[in-house]
């Protein structure tokens, strides 16, 4: 029997290595790939399948779904959009140049490899496109301007991927994770020294105490739940017969989720601004 298959973005750590691993001891042909050769170099180690994919680079998608099609004879089962960053600063210290980068990699870049891998799934008449959004894809954080942005896009475009999409057997579905233990702090941390003019911010005071949180890390967050949890809500949104088209990860998000449906806006943005007064 011929197992199914999957390519997976921003397999170096986290929910997406978790989620290549586990996929493989489940049976499923697993392409992992990685922004970086030497990440995929440590991943054909363990016995993945891994070769190199970056949304920011359109030849690497082209070379990365041509390698797939020709390991498989041209179909794949499913898709996990996974790979993205965040920028964490103040609306108003956000770079242009910075937001072009983050929509490249975390909205333009999912696009592109979903388009490329369509027409797979149409010839087979069947696919999972699986999107990895955010609880800050459904409500709105400080300092999350740039990756709020990109979150809520990809719920409104996989939204619209599902209603183009129906009768064709294939189904784009979104996994909503609050936080998850992984390396997204630490890169986000660099991203943040990279990006923001922090010292010449009308909010320099503020951004002192984010660099202390960064640099004094003590542990997970209260609610944090290991990249395992985003892998089996994944599970079952690939073997599922009908999968939902919204999958939560994690209480905050469950929290979220209601709250958005029930409070009105001033009482919600009460809540998100911690008892802050307007």
């Known amino acids: 029997m011929i197992p199914k298959s999957i390519l997976i973005t921003g397999c170096s750590s986290g929910i997406g290595l978790d989620a290549a691993r586990t996929l493989r001891a489940r049976g499923w042909r697993v392409f992992a790939t990685c922004r970086a050769e030497a990440d995929c170099e440590r991943l054909r180690a363990e016995g993945l399948e891994s070769f ?21 004879g041209g179909t794949l089962d499913a898709l996990f959009n996974n790979g993205a960053f965040a920028i964490p600063c103040a609306f108003e210290d956000l770079p242009r140049d910075a937001f072009r ?9 999912y696009h592109d490899l979903t388009c490329r891998v369509l027409p797979m799934m149409r010839a087979q008449g069947h696919g999972r496109i699986v999107n990895n959004s955010s609880i800050l894809g459904m409500v709105g954080y400080r300092w999350r301007t740039a990756y709020v942005a990109t979150k809520f896009a990809l719920e ?5 991927l599902r209603l183009e999409l129906r009768g064709t057997g294939i189904h784009p579905i979104l996994i909503e994770p609050g936080p998850i233990t992984t390396k997204f702090r630490d890169n986000s941390a ?29 542990g997970p967050d209260r609610f944090e739940l290991p990249a395992s949890a985003v892998t089996q809500k994944l599970i079952h949104a690939l073997e599922s017969k009908r999968p939902k088209a919204r999958y939560y990860v994690t209480m905050p998000t469950h929290i979220m989720g209601i709250a958005r449906r029930i409070l009105p806006v001033r009482a919600l943005d009460w809540v998100l601004a911690g008892g802050k007064r307007a």
């Open 52 to 72: 190199r994919l970056d949304y920011d680079d359109v030849a690497s998608l082209e070379a990365a779904v041509a390698e797939v099609a020709k390991r498989t």
């Open 101 to 109: 980068a983050i929509l490249e990699t975390n909205l333009i870049g």
């Open 190 to 218: 660099l991203q943040f020294k990279r990006w923001v003019k922090w010292e010449t911010s009308p909010r320099r005071d503020e951004y002192k105490e984010v660099l202390a949180r960064f640099e004094n890390a003590t």
């Open 156 to 160: 409104g475009i996989t939204d619209v």
